[in-house]
T-cell receptor
């Protein structure tokens, strides 16, 4: 199983500022995923982070708001830009297990509160 | 559009009760269905199901998939207060990228 270290664990930010969340995987993975979980809601995929190319964003999410970096096969960052209180959520990174069709593993999550 | 629907959305039981959580899915080129337990932030993996009719068990938890009727159930027997959590069902579809589509989750509260 993969181990994913995510930080920060939580943060309280002022509106209009930006926060960068980091995820480090203990093994090389082709793709990493960033999810958002708004209060009381389930997980929604923001984007798929590909190494060596631009991230692929889901409907309703744009690169200007959620820029993603993927400099190598073990690391990715997600930035939440120009934050508003509506961005208050848990943000989770994820990576597939080794081998096709295996379970996905998650980082510890970042609880973001925008005031 | 692919979707995963869970029911009930919330459930309150007493210790020792048995619960059944439901998950139905409509996913293009279905590959697998996964169950997770979420207590704080990070979901923890419970089961992955790919074949119909084969029950997976782990202690008091078990799960089974019906690919004909497009649903799965998660059973928890002899519930304990530590089982209180949100249980998430997710499905992986046609792409082999690992992208998951999540249901709304079932919030389970087990009272002493």
């Amino acid at each position: 199983s993969a181990v994913i270290s995510q930080k920060p664990s939580r943060d309280i930010c002022q509106r209009g500022t930006s926060l960068t969340i980091q995820c480090q995987v203990d093994s090389q993975v082709t793709m990493m995923f960033w999810y958002r979980q708004q209060p009381g809601q389930s997980l929604t995929l923001i984007a798929t982070a590909n190494q060596g190319s631009e991230a692929t964003y889901e409907s309703g999410f744009v690169i200007d708001k959620f820029p993603i970096s993927r400099p190598n096969l073990t690391f990715s960052t997600l930035t939440v830009s120009n934050m508003s209180p509506e961005d208050s959520s848990i943000y989770l990174c994820s990576a597939p297990g080794q081998g096709a069709g295996t379970e996905a593993f998650f980082g510890q999550g970042t609880r973001l509160t925008v005031v | 559009e692919d979707k995963v629907v869970q029911s009930p959305l919330s459930l309150v039981v007493h210790e020792g009760d048995t619960v059944t959580l439901n998950c139905s899915y409509e996913v293009t080129n279905f590959r697998s269905l996964l169950w997770y337990k979420q207590e704080k932030k990070a979901p923890t993996f419970l089961f992955m199901l790919t074949s119909s009719g084969i029950e997976k068990k782990s202690g008091r938890l078990s799960s089974i998939l019906d690919k004909k009727e497009l649903f799965s159930i998660l059973n928890i027997t002899a519930t304990q207060t530590g089982d209180s959590a949100v249980y998430l069902c997710a499905s992986r579809g046609s792409s082999n990228t690992g992208k998951l589509i999540f249901g709304q989750g079932t919030t389970l509260q087990v009272k002493p």
